[in-house]
């Protein structure tokens, strides 16, 4: 059974940083992509950014919205992948989730993903 469990949620304000992290137990890390998707209040969960396992390269990929400002990095002695959040503006408030895929790519569609973490609240204040 995958587990992930994200932490480091938080109220902030704009332009503050703040550090996801997501720690994954049931399938072998380094093999596996993972993702960080988003949920504002009333609207649908979207793709922050993705990474893919480590024997493909650990190649991230972002959103438009959140490129330059989020970095995606995973620590596979740990079991980790981080979402480090830069210059944070009120519209990324959210739950912010992690999500595992069963293969080795970092897909970009959230029904490509079948394990979810719980999520963790981010709220930006202007």
């Known amino acids: 059974q995958v587990q992930l469990v994200e932490s480091g949620g938080g109220l902030v304000q704009a332009g503050d940083s703040l550090r996801l992290s997501c720690a994954a137990s049931?399938?072998?890390?380094?093999?596996?992509?993972m993702g960080w998707f988003r949920q504002a209040a009333g609207k649908e969960r979207e793709l922050v950014g993705s990474?893919?396992?480590?024997?493909?390269?650990?190649?991230?990929y972002y959103a438009d919205s959140v490129k330059g400002r989020f970095i995606i990095s995973r620590d596979n002695t740990k079991n980790t992948v981080y979402l480090q959040m830069n210059s944070l503006k009120p519209e990324d408030t959210a739950v912010y989730y992690c999500?595992?895929?069963?293969?080795?790519?970092?897909?970009?569609?959230?029904?490509?993903?079948?394990?979810w973490g719980q999520g963790t609240q981010v709220t930006v204040s202007s």
């Open positions: 999500a595992s895929n069963k293969g080795i790519l970092a897909p970009r569609d959230p029904r490509d993903y079948d394990y």
């Open positions: 049931g399938r072998s890390f380094n093999r596996t992509g």
């Open positions: 990474i893919s396992g480590s024997w493909s390269g650990g190649t991230a």
